[in-house]
Structure formats: C-alpha cells, structure tokens
C-alpha cells in the first residue's frame, strides 16, 4: 500500500507541474501597439486584444503584428534620366498596417517587397524627365512614387503614408558644370543689380540736378521780377517826388535861361522890385536893405554879361 500511494503521490504531482507548465505556456501578452493574431495547428483562428490573452498550451500559437507606422530605407541606386544622365537616388518610405491579417498571410517579406517596388518605381519615374526636371520636381516624384506605393500595397493590408527622395546626386562633373553656372547666374544677377543701382542713382542725381536747376532759374526770376518792381518803384517815386518839388525850380531854371540869352543881347534893363527875377537873380537881400519907401523906386542896376549893366 505504502508503494502505491507512493505513486500516486508521484503522478499527482506530475500532473501538477505538468499543469502549471501548461498554464505558463498559455498565457501570452499583447501590447497595446500591437494586434496578437491566433493560430491552431498552423491556422487562422482569431484574434487576441491588447493585455493578457490565454491560448491552448501546444496547440494554439500568437502572431503579434506591430500597428505603429514604421519606415523602409531605399538604398540608392544608379539611375538614367531621360538625357541620358546618370544620378544616385534614395529615398524612405513610411507605411502603417491598417490589416493585421493580411500585412501576416498576403506577403512573405514586406520590407523587401516594398523596396523593391520603389526602386522599380523610381527607375520609370526618373527616366521620364530630364536632370534640370528632376532637379526641381522632387516633391512631384514623392507624390507620384506614394500613389504607386500605396495602390500596390494595399491588397497587402498597408497603407504607406509618405515617401520622400532624400537626394538626387549627379557626376561629379555635372555638378562642377552647375556650380560654376549658378555662380555665373549670381554674379551677372549682382551685376545687373549693381547697374540698375547706378542707373537708378544717376537718375536720381540728375532729377535733382533738374529740380535744382528749375529751382534756381525760378528764383532768379522772381528775383529779377522783384528788382523791377523794386526799380520801377522807385522810378515812381523819384518821378513823383521830381513833379511834386522841382517842377517849380524846372519852370524857374528855364526862365533863367530864357532871361540870360535875352539879357545877352541888350545893355540894361529896369527889374520891378516884386519882379520873382530878382530872387533868381539873389537880389531880393539887397530890396530887403532899401529903405521902405524907396521900394517904389526902381530896383538896382545889375551887371549884365560882358560887363554890361542891366
């Protein structure tokens, strides 16, 4: 009896160790980024959510597809545009799994097969243009290259999100060739900038010079108008003032040399005392001194040219 109870002490605890092995064979996690795909006996059977999932211990099997976006390098490679120009080309490529089951059982190697298609993809895309077109059409071949992408994989479950040339590298040579014209581009952009800069300052200067010039002839002829105006005052007032003051001196200086060429031809000549010839003459001083009552009486005999006696 002792031995009997002796095995089946030992098969209980067989059974025991055998059940918590199982146990701890069954019990699987999923991450909360990941989808656990289940399979028995090599066959699709479900699908396990994110946390502790339990399956049938050496019967059942999990398949845990990342659902994070993740990213394919292109490696470069040697591609011919369409004149004839070799480039090195890469670019990246970044996809997101929208079906966990087909992404597992639709491909065997995603990575590879996605590659490949872009370097094919790339290869046609390329060859279409010219270098100056590929040059500048960068974000047109990312486009492009997507939408290939993106409609080939999608029987695969995977979207892919973006994809994005990280260069475009010519010969050596090429690019010696377009450093050199772009630096000739520059300097004669510089040099046109440079002359525009000096037509635009001559011009400026001669604007100025104009407008100096058009001010200063304005001035001298509003000078010139002021002094006119200034003189023809003057000329006003002189003649005003010479027909206000010396119009009478100009009668008596006229009569004066009526009277001198009359007096010349004759010997002598009686002057009334209240005659205006005797202040032409400066004999009024001398009626002044006659005696009030000789006043009356003839004036002074004056002394005529040549010593004659008026």
């Not at 370097?119 to 046609?124: F, M, P, Y």
């Not at 032409?280 to 005696?291: C, T, Y």
Request: charge should be neutral.
């Amino acid at each position: 009896m002792d031995a009997i109870g002796g095995l089946v002490m030992v098969a209980i605890f067989a059974f025991l160790v055998l059940g918590l092995v199982a146990l701890a064979k069954g019990a699987r996690t999923v991450k909360q980024y990941e989808k656990g795909l289940i399979t028995r006996l090599g066959k699709y059977h479900g699908m396990a959510p994110s946390g502790l999932t339990f399956i049938v211990p050496f019967v059942d099997d999990i398949v845990r597809v990342d659902m994070r976006e993740q990213v394919i390098t292109v490696p470069p490679q040697k591609l011919i545009t369409k004149d004839n120009v070799t480039v090195e080309v890469d670019a990246v490529v970044y996809y997101k799994v929208i079906d966990p089951v087909k992404s597992q059982y639709e491909v065997q190697d995603f990575g590879y097969a996605c590659t490949t298609l872009a370097q094919t993809n790339l290869r046609n895309l390329i060859g279409d243009r010219t270098l100056d077109e590929t040059l500048v059409a960068r974000d047109m071949i990312n486009t492009n290259l997507r939408e290939v992408l993106d409609e080939a994989t999608n029987g695969w479950g995977v979207k892919v999100t973006r994809v994005e040339v990280q260069k475009i590298e010519p010969p050596r040579d090429i690019t010696d060739a377009m450093s050199r014209q772009m630096k000739a581009e520059r300097e004669k952009r510089a040099a046109v900038l440079e002359a525009e800069g000096i037509k635009q300052s001559q011009i400026l200067q001669a604007e100025g010079k104009k407008q100096s010039e058009i001010l200063k002839a304005e001035g001298d002829a509003q000078a010139r108008v002021t002094r006119a105006n200034a003189e023809a005052e003057a000329i006003k007032l002189v003649s005003t003032a010479a027909e206000t003051y010396f119009k009478e001196r100009a009668e008596m200086m006229r009569r004066l040399e009526v009277l001198n060429n009359t007096l010349a031809q004759n010997t002598k000549y009686i002057v009334p005392a209240n005659s205006g010839l005797v202040n032409v003459l400066g004999l009024d001083a001398a009626v002044q001194s006659l005696p009030k009552s000789s006043t009356d009486a003839p004036a002074p005999a004056a002394s005529g040219p040549a010593g004659r006696s008026i």
